[in-house]
Structure formats: C-alpha cells, structure tokens
C-alpha cells in the first residue's frame, strides 16, 4: 500500500525569512483506536475481537506500569518505549528536587522492522480535495466506536 501525500505551501522551516515553498503533507485519512485495531487483527487471525481487545488493554497497562516502575518496553516489531524528563538545574544534589522537573514524557523509537516497512512503502501524490473525504480525527474508522 501506497502512502499518500498531497503538496502544500509553507514557509521554509530552515530560513523563516526565505519566500515560500511546496512540501509534501502525508495524507491523514482518521483516528484508528485499539477497537479498530482489535477488528483489523480478528479478521487477519483466529482470534476472537473480545480476546484482542483484552490482550491489547493489557499490554497498555502493563506497558504503563513497566515505565513507571522505570523499564524500558521494547514490543518486538513495534518499537522500544521509554520514560524521559526534562528538568531545571540545581547547584547542588542536595538543593535538587522533584520541583525541577519541568516535564516528563514517553519516547518511542521505532524498531528497525517497521522503519524499514515505511520507508520502502511506495509514495502516491494525491489532490487536497481528495484528501478531505473521510479526514477527521472522529471515532476509530468507518463503524469504530471508543
């Protein structure tokens, strides 16, 4: 399957000043959420979409108990998740505490399977109009509800 992209005209992000140009914009056609998901790996396989459902509502809370208690969480095919924070200086370790810490995010580094089937993925350029048609961020996909 191709990946879709449509041209675009914005300011060139290296040289604010510089006039304008043409990018290409991937195309985003929704929001596909864990029951969507559960539908597309129960029509691919022999498992039921309750068994899915339960299976993937208990590796996101597994893998939010793993980070918290800091691991790192790789998901072989999928990519490696870990906790990071940003943090204000202090003089000295004593002086430091958790009120420097400014913000504390999840980072994900994809895994070399799933770089490599994206970037050998073919690009198909379509027209914005076509690109307006059934993209919203509503629901999880055609008849996929939360």
């Given amino acids: 399957m191709a990946i879709k992209y ?12 510089a006039p304008k140009k043409f990018y290409a914009n991937a195309v985003k ?4 959420g864990i029951k969507g998901i559960a539908e597309r ?5 022999s498992a039921s979409k309750a068994d899915t459902l339960l299976v993937l509502h208990a590796l996101a809370t597994q893998m939010g108990m793993l980070l ?3 691991y ?3 998901v072989e095919g999928i ?22 810490i400014r913000k504390h995010s999840i980072r994900f580094y994809p895994d070399t399977d799933l770089k490599d089937r994206i970037n ?17 961020d509503e629901g999880e ?6």
Avoid: W
Avoid at 29 to 32: D, E, F, N, P, Y
Avoid at 79 to 87: A, L, M
């Fill in 6 to 17: 449509h041209v675009i005209e914005r300011i060139n992000p290296q040289d604010r000043t």
């Fill in 29 to 32: 056609r929704g929001h596909m």
């Fill in 41 to 45: 790996i129960t029509e691919s396989s």
């Fill in 68 to 70: 918290t208690e800091g």
């Fill in 72 to 74: 790192s969480v790789k």
């Fill in 79 to 100: 990519g490696t998740f870990r906790v990071t924070v940003n943090s204000s200086g202090a003089e000295t370790k004593e002086e430091y505490g958790p009120h420097l």
């Fill in 120 to 136: 050998r993925a073919p690009m198909e350029r379509v027209s914005p109009l076509s690109c307006e048609s059934g993209n919203t």
């Fill in 141 to 146: 996909g055609p008849g996929q509800g939360e």
